[in-house]
C-alpha cells in the first residue's frame, strides 16, 4: 500500500494507457479511471472526501462555458458549404485555372484546401470533398498516385491549423486562453505550412515532371469564343482590385478622419487589413455583377467565373475572421455569423434542402456530443490527477529534463508526434495539454504560441500512416477497383493502400519541419498576436494620487525610501495630532483637514 501511495500519479496515468490501449471509448476511459482511482484516494487518506463534491460544479461549469458553442456553430457552418457544392465549384474552376501549368491540378487543390479550411475548419468533409472530386480527374491526366494522395490528405488537414480551426477552440479552452488570440497566432503558420506545399509540389514539377502533368488543351473548357483562356481579364482585374486594397490600407487613417469628422492619427493593424481587403473583394464583386448584367463584356468567361465562385467564401472569412481578429464579435458570434452565412450562400445556390439541413445538424450534434463526453471524462480525470499531485510529478519530469525550454520543447513535441500515432487531436487536447500547460507556463513559454505549436504537431495525427483519419477519409473514397474512366473510356487502375501511405509521408515531414520552424522562429506566431502593453503600476498609482481633490503630493525623503534594518536608535515620538508615519491613509485624512 505504501508503494501505492507514494506513486499513485504515475500508476493512475498507466491506468489511463492501458484502458485506452483495451479498447474503450477516450470519454468513458478517462472518467472510469478518474472515478477508480479517486475512490482508491480517499480509501487510502490521500484525497478528501469533499474533492469530488466539486465534479458535479466542474461538469455544470463545462455546460456554462461560451466558447465551447463555436464548436458546432463552425461544424454547421462547414457542413452546409460542404454539402452545397462549394467544394465542387472550387475545385473545377481553380484546377482550370491553374491547368495549363505542370502540377496545376495539385497547386489547386492545396490552394482550395486552404480556402475550405478558412471556410469549414472540418478535415473530414475537406478531404472526402476533394477526393471524391478532384481525385479521379488527377488520375484520368496521369498523376502520380502516391502524390495525388499526398496533396489531398495533406491539403485537408490544413483545416487543422488554418483558423476557424475546431482544435484551435479546444487548446485555447484547455490552455485557458483567448480563442480570438489563438486564432491570431495560428494564421501565419497556417499559411506558411500551405506555402510548404506548393512548394513541394513545385520541386516535384522539376525533379519528376511526369508525375504532376498539366491538363491537355481539350480538358481547358472555360475559354472564349476565339478560342483564347480569358487569363488577361482577370489579370487585370485581379490588379485593380490588389490596387484599390492597398491605396486604402495606405490611407485608412484619412479616410476613418473624414467618415468621422474628427482626426483619426491610429488605426489597429488588424483592423485596416480586414478592411482593405474586403474592399478589394467587393469591389471584384461588384464589377463581375455589372458584366453580367449589362452584358457589357469588361470581363472574360475566365474572369467572370472565378470572381463569382472565390469571391463569396472570401466574404464569409472576412465575415468570421474578420470580425474576430477585429474584436468586434466573439469566435461563438463570429461561428453564428458564419453558419448564419453558409445557409445563405447555400440558399442562393438553390441547394439548401430539409433533407440537407437535417443531414448537417445531425452530423454537427454527433460532433457536439462526442467533444462534450470527452470533456467531462477529462475533467473527471484532472480533478483526481491534480488531488494527487499528479501535476507536480509531471511538473517534476518535464522540468529536469536537460536543455531548459529548448530540452522540454523537443522532449514535448516527439511525444506527441508518437502519441498522434494512437490518439486524434481531440483525445491529445484534452488528456495530454492539461499536463503539460502548466509546466510550460512555469518555463515562461507563452502559453498562445505553445498552443500552436502543439496544434501543427497534432496535425500529423491526420496523416500518420497507418492510423491517420485523413488516410482512412481518402481510402473510403478512392478507387479500390480498376474502372472505365468515362470521358477517355481508358483503364484507370485502383489507388492502393500503400500509395497512400507514401504519398502521406513527404507531407509529415514538411509538417514537422514547421514544428522546427516555429521553435526556431517564434515570431512566426508571435508577430500576428497583439503587443502587450506593460503597465507601471507605480507610475498609476501616483497619477491617481495626483488626481485626488485636495491631496497635497508626498515626497518620500529617501531615508524614508530606504529604511535602515540595522539601525538601533530609538526613533522619535511623532507630535501630538501628527499623523502616524505608517498609516498613509490617516496621513492624508490629516492632509486633507489641514488644507480645509
Not at 474552376?93 to 472540418?122: E, K, M, N, S, Y
Request: hydrophobic share 55%.
Amino acid at each position: 500500500m505504501e508503494f501505492i501511495s507514494t506513486n499513485i500519479a504515475p500508476i493512475m496515468f498507466m491506468g489511463l494507457i492501458v484502458f485506452l490501449l483495451m479498447g474503450f471509448p477516450v470519454a468513458f476511459s478517462l472518467g472510469a479511471c478518474g472515478l477508480f482511482f479517486g475512490f482508491v484516494g480517499v480509501e487510502l487518506g490521500l484525497l478528501p472526501e469533499a474533492l469530488m463534491q466539486a465534479l458535479p460544479l466542474r461538469i455544470f461549469g463545462i455546460m456554462q462555458n461560451d466558447t465551447l458553442l463555436a464548436i458546432p456553430f463552425f461544424t454547421l457552418m462547414g457542413l452546409i458549404l460542404e454539402r452545397s457544392g462549394m467544394a465542387e465549384d472550387l475545385l473545377d474552376t481553380i484546377g482550370q485555372l491553374f491547368g495549363p501549368l505542370r502540377g496545376g491540378l495539385a497547386f489547386a487543390v492545396i490552394f482550395v484546401g486552404a480556402l475550405l479550411a478558412a471556410t469549414t475548419g472540418v478535415v473530414a468533409a475537406s478531404v472526402i470533398s476533394m477526393g471524391l472530386i478532384s481525385l479521379p480527374i488527377m488520375l484520368r491526366y496521369g498523376y502520380d498516385r502516391r502524390i495525388a494522395s499526398g496533396v489531398i490528405a495533406a491539403s485537408g488537414t490544413l483545416a487543422q491549423i488554418i483558423p476557424p480551426s475546431l482544435v484551435l477552440i479546444i487548446l485555447a479552452d484547455q490552455l485557458g486562453r483567448s480563442v480570438g488570440e489563438m486564432y491570431k497566432g495560428a494564421f501565419i503558420p497556417g499559411f506558411a505550412l500551405t506555402g510548404l506545399y506548393f512548394g513541394y509540389v513545385l520541386l516535384i514539377t522539376f525533379v519528376r515532371p511526369n508525375w504532376v502533368p498539366a491538363l491537355p488543351p481539350e480538358a481547358r473548357t472555360i475559354r472564349e469564343d476565339n478560342g483564347s483562356s480569358g487569363l488577361p481579364s482577370l489579370g487585370i482585374l485581379t490588379v485593380l482590385s490588389a490596387g484599390v486594397a492597398i491605396y486604402l490600407g495606405q490611407h485608412y487613417a484619412q479616410v476613418l478622419s473624414y467618415l468621422k469628422g474628427e482626426e483619426v492619427l491610429m488605426v489597429a493593424k488588424d483592423e485596416t487589413v480586414v478592411v482593405s481587403l474586403c474592399a478589394g473583394v467587393v469591389l471584384a464583386f461588384l464589377i463581375a455583377v455589372l458584366n453580367k448584367v449589362t452584358r457589357a463584356g469588361l470581363l472574360s468567361r475566365m474572369a467572370e467565373r472565378v470572381t463569382f465562385v472565390l469571391i463569396p467564401p472570401l466574404l464569409l472569412i472576412f465575415l468570421v475572421l474578420g470580425t474576430i481578429f477585429l474584436g468586434v464579435a466573439t469566435p461563438t458570434e463570429g461561428g453564428a455569423m458564419g453558419a448564419m452565412g453558409a445557409l445563405l450562400m447555400a440558399a442562393s445556390r438553390q441547394r439548401l434542402s430539409l433533407a440537407l439541413l437535417k443531414q448537417a445538424l445531425t452530423s454537427t450534434t454527433k460532433l457536439s456530443s462526442f467533444v462534450v463526453f470527452i470533456l467531462v471524462g477529462s475533467t473527471v480525470f484532472s480533478l483526481v490527477f491534480q488531488g494527487v499531485d499528479g501535476s507536480k510529478w509531471v511538473e517534476h519530469l518535464l522540468s529536469s529534463v536537460p536543455g531548459g525550454q529548448l530540452g522540454f520543447l523537443i522532449v514535448v513535441n516527439v511525444l506527441i508526434f508518437f502519441l498522434a500515432f494512437f490518439l486524434d487531436f481531440f483525445e491529445l487536447a484534452f488528456i495530454v495539454v492539461p499536463l503539460l500547460a502548466p509546466v510550460a507556463e512555469k518555463m515562461g513559454i507563452d502559453l498562445i504560441w505553445f498552443g500552436v505549436l502543439l496544434g501543427v504537431n497534432m496535425q500529423t495525427s491526420f496523416m500518420h500512416p497507418p492510423f491517420g483519419f485523413a488516410l482512412f477519409y481518402l481510402r473510403s473514397v478512392a478507387p479500390g477497383k480498376a474502372y472505365t474512366d468515362r470521358l477517355t473510356k481508358k483503364l484507370i487502375q485502383p489507388v492502393t493502400t500503400m500509395q497512400i501511405y507514401w504519398g502521406a509521408v513527404p507531407f509529415v515531414i514538411i509538417q514537422i519541419i514547421m514544428v522546427g520552424l516555429i521553435i526556431a522562429f517564434p515570431g512566426i506566431v508571435s508577430s500576428g498576436l497583439d503587443k502587450k502593453e506593460a503597465v507601471d503600476l507605480d507610475k498609476v498609482a501616483a497619477e491617481m494620487m495626483a488626481n485626488m481633490p485636495d491631496a497635497e503630493p508626498q515626497v518620500p525623503t529617501p531615508e524614508a525610501q530606504t529604511p535602515s534594518t540595522e539601525s538601533t536608535e530609538p526613533q522619535p515620538e511623532p507630535a501630538p495630532g501628527a499623523p502616524a508615519a505608517d498609516d498613509p491613509m490617516k496621513a492624508m485624512e490629516e492632509s486633507m483637514k489641514t488644507n480645509k
